[in-house]
């Protein structure tokens, strides 16, 4: 193993250097940062079942997702869902989607679980596929549910996303 030393360059930095200067991506450097919201509330007498699927805002073409927050009451002993998006609808010239569905492409089961107690401002981990992700087309951002929300009526989730389009 050798060991580093001197001054190193990151990839940005080393574009930056190279010769001829290499342009990055605007989305990484420099990018205009834009911030989307959406909420839904559970109505006061229901529950959402497992089968339930929440329809949130839509994610641009083009745009880069630099956090995420998630944020939702408690729900009794149950309530986990996962959040993620719908697959685009629109293929390359070779016919394959240019973006595939991923249900938990933000948020697991594990991480967006307001049975365990309420979420406030859940961030978006590092380690799912949707961190810093770009998009190459529109697409649906969703909850699905995978537990009943047991006394979820009349909570509020509210998803949150700062991203770059330019």
Do not use: C, H
């Amino acid at each position: 193993m050798a060991t580093l030393s001197g001054r190193l360059s990151a990839v940005g930095a080393a574009l930056l250097t190279a010769e001829p200067e290499v342009k990055q991506d605007v989305s990484l450097n420099y990018g205009r940062m834009r911030y989307i919201s959406d909420s839904y509330t559970i109505p006061s007498a229901d529950e959402l079942g497992t089968s339930a699927v929440v329809n949130f805002f839509e994610m641009p073409e083009g745009a880069r997702v630099l956090e995420m927050f998630a944020t939702a009451g408690a729900s009794g002993a149950t309530g986990a869902a996962t959040i993620g998006w719908d697959a685009s609808g629109e293929s390359d010239d070779t016919g394959v989607v240019l973006e595939a569905a991923d249900p938990d492409g933000f948020y697991t089961a594990v991480q967006f679980d307001p049975g365990g107690g309420a979420l406030a401002r859940l961030a978006m981990a590092s380690t799912v596929a949707g961190f810093r992700k770009l998009f190459a087309a529109r697409v649906q951002v969703t909850a699905t549910v995978t537990e009943i929300t047991a006394d979820g009526g009349g909570d509020t989730w509210l998803l949150e996303a700062y991203i770059v389009v330019d």
